[in-house]
Nanobody
Framework: QVQLVESGGGLAQAGESLRLSCESS????????ISWHRQARGNQPDLVAE???????NYADFVNGRFTISKDNDKNTIYLEMNRLKPDDTGVYYC?????????WGQGAQVTVSS
């Protein structure tokens, strides 16, 4: 069973930066896609950023150039660098890695941004 362990969440003030990490127990080099999703209170998770196996990267409109998704195959870890944070970025962030047709989710990392 693949396990994804997230770290790096926490408190930030508006304008500050945070970096989320997601370490996989399985090799990520063969993954079909990696992505980050955000769940605001009471809502379903929304896609924040994704990187497909061919290299294409997509960001949600609300990212507006502030976030960067990346990965390190040697460390089996994916990242979400978040800059110029806003209070609206508050939520639980989940990493998702897809192998074949199966999605594996991290446990979630709380990010709280104060104004």
């Amino acid at each position: 069973q693949v396990q994804l362990v997230e770290s790096g969440g926490g408190l930030a003030q508006a304008g500050e930066s945070l970096r989320l990490s997601c370490e996989s127990s399985a090799a990520i080099g063969s993954a079909n896609s990696i992505s980050w999703h955000r769940q605001a209170r009471g809502n379903q998770p929304d896609l924040v950023a994704e990187r497909l196996s061919g290299g294409a990267i997509n960001y949600a409109d609300f990212v507006n150039g502030r976030f960067t998704i990346s990965k390190d195959n040697d460390k089996n870890t994916i990242y979400l660098e978040m800059n110029r944070l806003k209070p609206d970025d508050t939520g639980v962030y989940y990493c998702v890695i897809r192998w074949g047709v199966v999605d594996y989710w991290g446990q979630g990392a709380q990010v709280t941004v104060s104004s």
